[in-house]
């Protein structure tokens, strides 16, 4: 009986020696589903989708180089939700697209007046440091909301996620262009 | 015949024979609306088998129909896919941007989940996100 349990613990540990843990890179571009919690593919579609809308908006496709600044799209979902990471790519997008300008946002203000006062500050040439008064301001502000809904019952969980985006004009508070941008997921067990 | 009768005759073929051609008015290079370049397309079977392709895990999806025209100095896409099949089909889809020399115009993009009923039509539209885009591809796979 004890050769028995000795075999049968040295096979177990050898088993359990061999289940290598194994690294691979993947396609960060695929279609990912592992879970229906928001995820890499929801936000790449969200991105896109709003991008290419917002080409579309007469305020964009007619101006020249029109300048934008990024507010805030608010997490209505009961996840957490790095929404910034939505409107980063957005930006990326239409930046690298060469149709819009974006002027500093709120978020990055703080850095951007510590530069200027920085470079007032004496230690710089004043041929080669910038002024302070010579910020450009955004003609428009874009913002939004992403919300979901979440329905489960025994074997099945359903989510729907709605983002919705709007630029305003900035100069007399008209809204220039609204788009939304659906997602449905569905996990069934079995 | 009096002279009388055969020159609105004339006019008929000729009218006739200009509307007969698929590609009508377009521009040399397009083919209902969509950049061809030298390539031979004659109907919407080879401009569809010129500008979609299948990646990965094939798919029983097909593309039908595509339609392009110009938003600005933009290229906006209208592409049909068929499911003729009896149960829902899952596929992945995303478009290539080509510029003029042949060299990609943009970035390759997200794959872009779609579910398709049985016996269904689903139209997928895009626009070019740069104007640089000249030419483009629509890829397939499937997700089943």
């Known amino acids: ?23 691979r890179y993947g ?43 990024v507010q805030e799209v608010r997490n209505k979902t009961s996840e957490y939700i790095d929404t910034r990471a939505i409107t980063d790519s957005i ?8 149709r819009v300008r974006f002027a500093v946002d709120q978020a990055g203000m703080n850095p951007q007046v510590e530069e200027l ?51 305003w004009n900035v100069r007399n508070g008209l809204l220039e262009w609204s788009d939304e941008k659906e997602i449905r997921k569905t996990t069934t067990k079995g | 015949m009096t002279r009388a009768l055969l020159i609105p005759a ?25 950049p061809i370049g030298e390539a031979k397309v004659g109907s919407m079977d080879d401009l569809v088998k010129a500008k979609v392709l299948s990646e990965g895990r094939r798919t029983t999806i097909q593309a039908t129909e595509m339609r392009c025209s110009k938003s600005g100095d933009l290229l906006k896409i209208d592409a049909n896919l068929n499911n003729d099949s009896k149960t829902i089909k899952r596929i992945a889809y995303k478009f290539r941007w080509i510029d003029r020399e042949g060299m990609r115009a943009w970035e390759e993009e997200p794959w872009k989940p779609a579910m398709l009923y049985e016996n269904s039509n689903l139209v997928i539209n895009t626009i070019s996100p740069t104007n640089k885009a000249a030419d483009f591809r629509l890829i397939l796979r499937s997700e089943e």
């Open chain 1, 117 to 167: 006062k920085r470079q007032q500050s004496g230690l710089y040439s004043k041929e080669s440091a910038a002024e302070m008064g010579q910020m450009v301001g955004a003609q428009y502000r874009l913002e939004g909301n992403i919300v979901s809904i979440v329905k489960q019952v025994k074997d099945a969980k359903d989510v729907y996620y709605k983002l919705n985006l709007q630029l």
């Open chain 1, 91 to 98: 930006r990326a997008e239409l930046q690298k697209g060469g």
């Open chain 2, 10 to 34: 004339i006019l008929c073929a000729a009218l006739a024979a200009g509307c007969a051609t698929k590609k009508g008015f377009e521009q040399p290079g397009f083919a209902f609306g969509c």
């Open chain 1, 1 to 23: 009986m004890k050769a028995r349990i000795c075999v049968a613990l040295a096979a177990a540990a050898l088993l359990g020696g061999c289940a290598k843990e194994q690294t």
């Open chain 1, 27 to 69: 396609d960060a571009r695929a279609v990912e589903t592992l879970t229906n919690q928001f995820g890499s593919t929801d936000l790449q579609m969200m991105a896109e989708s709003m991008a290419r809308s917002m080409l579309q908006a007469p305020v964009i496709a007619s101006a020249n180089l029109p300048i934008v600044t």
